[in-house]
């Protein structure tokens, strides 16, 4: 575990070492901080679908899958609604969630890493991992829906399975077995880091085959909700969707190694996939990758207790690709998120030898360099732009003119429908001319008298939207509030009416 270190010499490195954490630590708060006080932190479509859930939840309506998908767990929606009943519908009420859980996902790795490191390495693994990699600080305080209990999740199945090598008994069995169920309701992303941990587990665990028994009905009593609600709905979790771009297995291969993997280590900028430093980048990632190939090769020739411990977080990091690649939506490269799963043991190995102060306090400089580099390119990736997924438009104006001409049904591009929904606490109800997650607020927007649409400012969807009305001979006024127009017309028009405004945005 290290050379031998004299109480002399150990008692100030202990309090260097807990300064250095404390440092990180106080980074991580700042940085989450600035991101919430800065356009970084409004609420996008996507979170403010699970801030709707969450005021379901709080009266109430719950259900076990996410609205109007077939996957996905409702563990978030539900701590986001318990967290309203304190905090009140508040988009900070709604970011509390994932940031708590991205503070419990540290302390799990902590655990973890303890179990293979140097304790001296373990702790700033755990606290490094708030701030590293950069893309996920930011996704930390993004209301995701499943994302953060799933690291969760698989971080308390990888701690068991420890465990279960260590010393097994039929009690962590069936606790590892529960888990590995709710992780399957949660996201069926967990099986990219699911299944090499569990060949891993079942190889170490081979003179016990009797004594697995009791994790199957736990597995099955785990993802109850997920039998529970393909029960009632045809079973459409089994269905799998087919991907908008067409992809062979190993083109995705291709894309995660050239990509998706230096976007999430920081070597490659998310959104723009520009290489940082060019070449320079280029040729340290590659330096990465041959070490971990060199790491791996000197674990797998050294012998007993030290490739034990570092046998299975190598086993996931080799089979995490290879199932990662099956799923063909893991085409999608814009950014890192199919790879959350993966930071713990890349965090772990990244600060195997960061046993020194010197060494953590250069590593943290690095890291911090990177965070605010990181979320200054993602803040401006999508100015401009007509994707406001990363960087949304304010919706507060838009929803006192709205409230100002009584108007409290309209439509409206997904990343603004839902978070003008939300952020009104429901007294406006918009809903998307495309992907639809509440068919009620569909529903009720189609039964108003007169129609309103809502879109961006001088935009294509604006001169479409006009040109549409215009052939169909409808009277409207026009007002524009900021970067958005609101068009009241003067009659009921839906979407199904309107030729070319179906994916406006």
Not at 75 to 84: H, K, M, T, V
Request: charge should be positive.
């Amino acid at each position: 575990m290290g050379n031998p270190v004299s109480p002399a010499v150990e008692v100030p490195n202990r309090r260097g070492r807990i300064l250095v954490a404390l440092l990180t630590l106080g980074s991580a708060i700042a940085l989450r901080a600035w991101i919430f006080t800065s356009p970084l932190g409004r609420v996008d479509g996507d979170e403010a679908v699970v801030g709707l859930m969450a005021m379901a939840f709080r009266h109430g309506h719950t259900t076990s899958m996410f609205w109007g998908q077939n996957y996905g767990g409702t563990i978030e929606p539900a701590l986001s609604g318990i967290a309203f009943l304190v905090t009140g519908r508040s988009t900070w009420g709604l970011k509390l969630v994932p940031v708590g859980l991205a503070g419990v996902a540290a302390f799990m790795l902590w655990r973890v890493a303890r179990r293979v490191l140097d304790e001296r390495a373990a702790l700033f693994a755990g606290v490094m991992a708030l701030v590293y990699p950069p893309f996920f600080l930011w996704w930390s305080t993004k209301a995701r829906g499943f994302y953060w209990a799933s690291l969760v999740l698989i971080l308390v199945a990888l701690l068991f399975s420890l465990r279960l090598v260590e010393n097994f008994t039929r009690r962590d069995a069936a606790i590892f077995g529960l888990i590995v169920g709710v992780c399957w309701w949660t996201s069926p992303q967990s099986i990219f880091f699911l299944v090499p941990l569990g060949a891993w587990l079942v190889v170490r665990t081979r003179h016990h085959w009797r004594s697995w028994w009791p994790a199957l009905p736990a597995a099955l009593l785990g993802a109850a909700p997920w039998w529970w609600w393909n029960a009632h709905h045809g079973w459409k979790s089994l269905v799998l969707r087919g991907s908008i771009v067409q992809s062979t297995y190993f083109s995705r291969l291709h894309v995660l190694f050239t990509q998706t993997l230096p976007e999430m280590l920081a070597f490659r900028a998310p959104y723009t996939h520009a290489w940082r430093l060019g070449v320079v980048g280029i040729a340290m990632y590659a330096a990465v990758l041959v070490a971990f190939i060199a790491f791996t090769v000197v674990v797998v020739r050294m012998g007993g207790a030290r490739r034990a411990r570092w046998e299975p977080l190598l086993v996931i990091m080799v089979g995490f690709p290879l199932v990662y690649a099956i799923p063909s939506a893991t085409w999608y490269t814009g950014e890192p998120r199919y790879l959350l799963l993966l930071v713990p043991v890349v965090v772990i190995l990244l600060c195997a030898h960061l046993t020194t102060v010197r060494r953590q306090l250069f590593a943290l400089g690095i890291v911090l360099i990177l965070a605010v580099s990181t979320l200054s390119m993602i803040g401006g990736a999508h100015t401009g732009s007509a994707n406001r997924e990363a960087h949304p438009s304010a919706v507060t104006r838009l929803i006192a003119a709205l409230h100002a001409r009584h108007i409290r049904t309209a439509y409206a591009n997904y990343w603004t429908a839902y978070p003008v929904t939300f952020e009104s606490g429901r007294s406006i109800l918009i809903t998307p001319s495309g992907k639809v997650r509440d068919r009620s607020i569909e529903r009720a927007v189609e039964r108003a008298p007169k129609s309103t649409f809502v879109v961006g400012r001088d935009s294509d969807a604006e001169r479409r939207l006009r040109a549409e009305i215009g052939r169909l001979r409808v009277g409207y006024t026009r007002a524009a509030v900021g970067r958005f127009a609101i068009y009241a017309l003067a009659r009921r028009l839906t979407t199904d009416q309107l030729r070319s405004t179906h994916h406006h945005r």
